[in-house]
């Protein structure tokens, strides 16, 4: 809801790019369900925080690595588009080296991905928790979602891409809607 996801590509990465709905399926995945990206609207995330009982807001630092100029300029769009939410955000930009030794531990981070052929050969290795619930070594949000899990281990044996795009639709909506990431657009 914090995403200006137009303004966020249009100046983090030159317009180059398709809007991302914020999950980690991307249009060029073959499987990927078309789906609407949620509009911007910090009064509702507002609204949100103040439900989940943080009426004034909320401070969070965001971990990225200077080096990667694109995701720096991100931040600091995503800082000041959460701003009217109550959302304070410290940017803390550090070496790009130095990211990768904290990309898993970091409370909240900006990680850039390289594209795999297939959505089903990045999920399980970013989102899903082992049968105890510890979150896969790459899981850098540490998000668990049994339902998810589960939908993602029958897509992976679903040949067919018209049979595998619906179930993950159901896959993409349950990321969008419970939130592990997100993602304002693919370069």
Known sequence: LCQDREKMLKLAFFGEGVIGPDCHVSPAHPEYAPMDPTPYDPEQAKALLAEAG???GIDVTITVGAGWEDIVSYAEILKTDAEPA???ITINSVPNATYWDV???ADFAVTSWTHRPLAVMVLPLAY???AQGTAV???????CDSEFDGLL???MGILDVEER???MADIQKIQVERGSIGIPYWM
């Open 54 to 56: 943080y009426p004034d």
């Open 86 to 88: 109550g959302i304070r």
């Open 103 to 105: 990309w898993t531990e």
């Open 128 to 130: 899903v928790c082992d």
């Open 137 to 143: 070594p790459w899981n850098e949000s540490r998000w």
């Open 153 to 155: 281990t029958k897509a």
């Open 165 to 167: 795009r619906k179930v």
